[in-house]
């Protein structure tokens, strides 16, 4: 009986077999090797003598920016003059270390003649500790009164500008047609509005309704009058939904270890409010019957994170329409449907995205009539490394294509985040120049970004005009002055002639520091109009109506509306550079509602006051 395990012949073949084949085997792997010992010593030969590669840091490099090769600049010297004009003022951002996202996006400034004397005011916006922190500290908003020669004394007390708020944004506008200018102060939790009588001011914020959420986060404001029933209403745009919960749940890093700031992609949207005037100083909210409440297309949740306002006759049909830059969504665009609603057209319109169709981190916003054509445009200022956007489409076209490129504009500005930004004529040329006040939100952004900085230069463009090489040139220090160009960290920013001399004057808020006051001490001699108008009965300050000037064949609009930039309000005083024209034929005012006035000028370098339904004109 053959054993289970007794090997039979056939199985002895097969370990013959396998003996063979293995020696075989090893026997090629061996020639194999001496073959390949040649490659491989070539191969080591080449490695060692292949230099060492060291991890570097990838820099954001901006496209090529065009420069004013003519050397057309003017001298457009802005001078420091904060430390002689007796402004006092430290903002506050309440940090304490535990970096909550509102203590990087204050705070906005006014420019306002809050007592009708005729000089321009300033009301510097604060923020304030946070409740919870130990450490407290008197940080109060304040109202200078300006003398008209560059000094400015504390009014505060005496006005009434006397409480502590976590502010943002301000809004000026005479919402009760008295003749005086009334104050709204957005927040981080219940807004404020400060009724003006004969310079004092009084919180009627519950009476009139429009305190908003408390747990609601207010950015940019402005009064127009959207409906022609000549009482200003209000809009006021909501920013993230955020809570000190929701930010410190989160842990937002730069570097992997110390806390940072959170972007706002890490917050919920929300809606922004329109509180329509129902007169005798009561508001009532509209924002959804109107149709300004978007929804996420996909979530159905509000989208918009509002920054900032620009409200502007888009369409020139004499019917305000609303433009809001949002961060990180998409800008909207509210075109009136003259009923009391708003269809919200901004990626119709083409300015909801940037070229490839992303959206940015918009912050300020302002608009012009850019070109003697009547081109309209729409400047916005965007986040670091992300150029501003500068939205154009001329009377023939509604659709806007962005122009930041092409007129030269866009590559510099992506050094820099920008939040205010408005377009005034620096050198009263007659076309519209650009100012962007930068900043950063982290103080050590330059740890893991070298081509960022926490404080930032200012920029202003110069525009050289359509025919030239670059239409929108950024200015040298050598033209503005040291001083402008020194970094700071900039958010709202507004202009106004503080002096008296006709050219506009500017002032910066900073974020956790003193205010920039620059005067404007261009030196071109050429000539200006100033405008100042008073309407009725359309609302009272005039507010949204267009101003024309017609000398020879060619004509000058612009807009007025003070609601620009970020968080701010600009004066209430159109001011239109003449270049070297010494004479006006006429100047038309087509008011809300679409009356239209005609008035003649008997010179030009003065200030002149026109009032609806009187076909004259007063000087001051």
């Known amino acids: 009986m053959t054993q289970p395990d007794q090997p039979t012949d056939e199985t002895h073949d097969d370990v013959e077999n396998d003996a063979v084949i293995g020696h075989a085997f090893r026997a090629s792997l061996i ?46 010297r802005m001078v420091d003059v904060t430390a002689e004009s007796g402004i006092d003022f430290q903002h506050e951002t309440g940090r304490y270390g535990d970096k909550l996202l509102p203590e990087t996006m204050g705070s906005g400034v006014a420019v306002l003649d809050y007592n009708n004397d005729g000089h321009q005011d300033l009301l510097l916006v604060n923020s304030r500790r946070w409740p919870w922190d130990e450490q407290q500290v008197e940080s109060k908003s304040k109202l200078f009164a300006g003398n008209g020669q560059f000094g400015f004394s504390d009014v505060s007390a005496e006005a009434g500008i006397d409480f502590e708020t976590y502010g943002m944004g301000v809004a000026v506008g005479d919402y009760d047609n008295d003749g005086d200018a009334d104050v709204f102060i957005s927040a981080v939790g219940a807004n404020r509005l400060l009724q003006n009588d004969d310079g004092k001011y009084t ?149 909801a995205y940037d070229r490839s169709g992303n959206a940015r981190g918009a912050m300020g916003i302002d608009t012009t009539v850019f070109r003697s054509n009547g081109t309209l445009a729409i400047g916005i200022g965007n986040f670091a490394n992300e150029q501003s956007a500068l939205y154009m489409a001329s009377p023939k076209r509604a659709q806007f294509v962005d122009g930041a490129i092409a007129t030269g504009f866009g590559p510099p500005t992506r050094s820099g985040l920008t939040f205010g930004m408005f377009f005034f004529d620096v050198d009263l040329d007659g076309r519209p120049d650009v100012l962007g006040a930068n900043g950063h939100l982290e103080e050590e952004i330059a740890k893991t970004q070298r081509t960022q900085q926490y404080a930032q230069s200012p920029q202003l463009f110069w525009n050289a005009g359509r025919q030239a090489n670059s239409e929108l040139v ?43 006051v620059f005067r404007n001490d261009q030196q071109t001699g050429h000539h200006y109009l100033r405008v100042r108008l008073q309407g009725s009965p359309a609302n009272r300050d005039g507010l949204g109506a267009r101003v024309s000037i017609k000398s020879g064949d060619r004509i000058w609009e612009q807009q007025l509306m003070p609601t620009r930039s970020y968080l701010s309000q600009s004066e209430r005083v159109l001011t239109f550079g003449l270049g070297t024209v010494d004479t006006v034929d006429e100047v038309t005012v087509t008011w809300p509602g679409g009356l239209a006035t005609v008035h003649e000028v008997d010179s030009v370098d003065q200030t002149i006051e026109i009032k609806q339904g009187a076909a004259e004109k007063s000087s001051s």
């Not at 590669?53 to 490099?61: D, M, P, T």
């Not at 949740?301 to 306002?309: D, E, H, I, R």
């Not at 369409?315 to 961060?327: A, E, H, L, P, T």
């Not at 033209?479 to 506009?504: H, L, M």
């Open 31 to 76: 020639a194999l090797v001496f073959l390949m010992l040649p490659v491989i010593g070539i191969l080591l030969f080449l490695n060692l003598r292949k230099p060492k590669q060291e991890a570097v840091e990838a820099i954001v490099e901006n496209p090529e920016q065009r420069v004013d090769e003519d050397g057309k600049i003017p001298s457009l």
């Open 203 to 351: 919180d009627v914020t519950n009476q009139a309704g429009v305190s908003g959420a408390e747990n609601a986060w207010s950015t940019s404001c402005g009064f127009f009058d959207y409906d022609n029933d000549g009482l200003l209403d209000l809009f006021v745009c909501n920013y993230v939904s955020w809570s000190e919960e929701a930010d410190l749940s989160q842990n937002f890093t730069l570097d992997g270890e110390s806390r940072a700031y959170g972007p706002p992609k890490a917050f919920a949207g929300s809606y922004s409010y329109l509180y329509h005037n129902d007169g005798e100083g009561k508001f009532t909210d509209v924002s959804a019957s109107a149709g300004i409440q978007i929804r996420n297309d996909d979530t159905d949740v509000p989208l918009g994170k509002a920054m900032g306002l620009a409200p502007v006759d888009v369409n020139r049909d004499g019917w305000i329409d609303i433009i809001v830059s949002n961060d990180t969504v998409r800008n909207f665009l509210f075109e009136n449907n003259q009923d009391g609603t708003f269809s919200e057209k901004g990626r119709l319109l083409g300015i």
């Open 474 to 516: 950024e200015v040298p220090e050598s033209c503005s002055g040291t001083a402008f160009c020194d970094p700071i960290v900039g958010r709202g920013a507004a202009f106004g002639d503080f002096d008296e001399d006709g050219d506009q004057d500017v002032v910066i808020s900073v974020s956790g520091g003193s205010p920039k």
